[in-house]
């Protein structure tokens, strides 16, 4: 058990709809990764915050965005959802040395 | 800039054979360099982490590694492959602060034959 709590485990749902992932880090960690884990892309980073402010960001499309929460949870929305937007969803969370600790992720299928 | 690059999307070989997947990457300062795993429909697993201490990083399941700086490279290894061992590695490179971008590569599927 990484401490890294994904929720939900699968997500089925339409083209055109919008979903909601929800991370919870390890106690004490500052950072959330956001990661796209697709066939034909390999692992995509999408988006870095920490401490409540976005910190980096990568491949994430403007249909997508998110945020960390007070409490240092973070949340990653989807909306008009595409078929192409089938994939895995990692989050991670990182301490102070760097070493990362991965969710099991979330399995997104749009039909 | 930093970039990683795996050099080999699927490698196959037999049990009880070494294993060697390849990693090169490109920072324009002293990088953390990870290998991670993932194991079919598991979340990603930490096997070792290089951060500027000694250069050969040995891991968990026997695996390790060798910090190469003029090669760039940051090669994994296994003397001997298990069945257990076939799945989906990644090479990371990050920065040495904590909130330093992390970039994978696209990772290197490991087949074991039987």
């Known amino acids: 058990d990484s401490g890294v709590t994904q929720t939900p485990k699968h997500l089925i749902t339409a083209t055109g709809q919008r979903v909601t992932l929800r991370c919870s880090p390890r106690?004490?960690?500052?950072?959330v990764y956001w990661y796209q884990q697709s066939l034909d892309q390999g692992l995509q980073f999408l988006i870095q915050?920490?401490?409540?402010?976005?910190?980096a960001k990568g491949n994430i499309l403007e249909r997508f965005s998110a945020q960390q929460f007070p409490d240092l949870h973070s949340e990653l929305n989807l909306s008009s959802l595409e078929l192409g937007d089938s994939a895995l969803y990692f989050c991670?969370?990182?301490?102070?040395?760097?070493?990362?600790?991965f969710g099991s992720g979330t399995q997104l299928s749009v039909l | 800039a930093q970039s990683v690059t795996q050099l080999d999307s699927h490698v196959s070989v037999s049990e009880g054979t070494p294993v060697l997947l390849r990693c090169n990457y490109s920072?324009?300062?002293?990088?953390?360099l990870f290998w991670y795993v993932q194991h079919p429909n598991k979340g990603l697993q930490l096997l070792l982490k290089?951060?500027?201490?000694?250069?050969l990083v040995k891991g968990i399941n026997g695996f390790e590694a060798e910090f190469k700086k003029s090669e760039t490279s940051f090669h994994l290894t296994k003397p001997s492959a298990h069945m257990s061992d076939a799945a989906e590695y990644f090479c990371?490179?990050?920065?040495?602060?904590?909130?330093?971008?992390?970039?994978f590569g696209k990772g290197t599927r490991l087949h074991i034959l039987p």
């Open positions: 106690s004490g960690d500052l950072s």
């Open positions: 990371v490179v990050s920065g040495m602060n904590r909130d330093d971008k992390i970039i």
């Open positions: 915050y920490y401490n409540g402010e976005e910190r």
């Open positions: 290089y951060t500027s201490a000694a250069t």
């Open positions: 991670a969370s990182a301490g102070y040395t760097g070493k990362l600790f």
């Open positions: 920072s324009s300062y002293s990088p953390s």
